[in-house]
T-cell receptor, first 114, second 112 residues
Framework: GAGVSQTPSNKVTEKGKYVELRCDPISGHTALYWYRQSLGQGPEFLIYFQGTGAADDSGLPNDRFFAVRPEGSVSTLKIQRTERGDSAVYLC????????????FGPGTRLLVL | QKEVEQNSGPLSVPEGAIASLNCTYSDRGSQSFFWYRQYSGKSPELIMFIYSNGDKEDGRFTAQLNKASQYVSLLIRDSQPSDSATYLC????????????FGKGTKLSVKP
């Protein structure tokens, strides 16, 4: 079956602009995660959805970052007033309800803020 | 602060040798542990997970867990050049907390 998909694969934007990154999880997976990975670092947790609700958003760095999952499937990560420090690869992962901890990653969106 | 520590490497081994990758974690409440392989420019790919003390084998890969020492390792037997990648160790605390805590990864290079 299809894995996690993310769009766009690359996004270049200017400082101060708004961006949206999309994630489509594995079919049937109820849990969805957003991570951010900077060069030379491991993925860093941002937010976790179980169904439509954010079960844990403690990793969001500030109020410029927001994520939604209105129908419990596709999720959108939204970044307002982008800064150069937001440049990173944004990874989405999903897992089943019965194996929440076993997470499968999508290909990521490489965000570059100029 | 919950942390997962890995030697960043690079770890260089000859083709056919055993590669040994190590990881320690700070949170004694961690319940399960994962090894991901990440090729350059690609996303992490799950290769092994382990929940219980001891060894778990899957093909050429063996994961080892020692909860008393808060230590996880991954052995790769008969290493191949295609195993050259960064290996990420991750810990999960269990319960309702969803996120994995990742180490920075160890870069493995298998020389032909």
């Amino acid at each position: 079956g299809a894995g996690v998909s993310q769009t766009p694969s690359n996004k270049v934007t200017e400082k101060g602009k708004y961006v949206e990154l999309r994630c489509d999880p594995i079919s049937g997976h109820t849990a969805l995660y957003w991570y951010r990975q900077s060069l030379g670092q491991g993925p860093e947790f941002l937010i976790y959805f179980q169904g439509t609700g954010a079960a844990d958003d403690s990793g969001l760095p500030n109020d410029r970052f927001f994520a939604v999952r209105p129908e419990g499937s596709v999720s959108t990560l939204k970044i307002q007033r982008t800064e150069r420090g937001d440049s990173a690869v944004y990874l989405c992962a999903s897992s089943s309800r019965t194996r929440v901890e076993t997470q499968y990653f999508g290909p990521g969106t490489r965000l570059l803020v100029l | 602060q919950k942390e997962v520590e890995q030697n960043s490497g690079p770890l260089s081994v000859p083709e056919g040798a055993i590669a040994s990758l190590n990881c320690t974690y700070s949170d004694r409440g961690s319940q399960s542990f994962f090894w991901y392989r990440q090729y350059s420019g690609k996303s992490p790919e799950l290769i092994m997970f382990i929940y219980s003390n001891g060894d778990k084998e899957d093909g050429r890969f063996t994961a080892q867990l020692n909860k008393a020492s808060q230590y996880v390792s991954l052995l790769i037997r008969d290493s191949q050049p295609s195993d050259s990648a960064t290996y990420l160790c991750a810990a999960h605390s269990g319960g309702s907390q969803g996120n994995l805590i990742f180490g920075k990864g160890t870069k493995l290079s298998v020389k032909p």
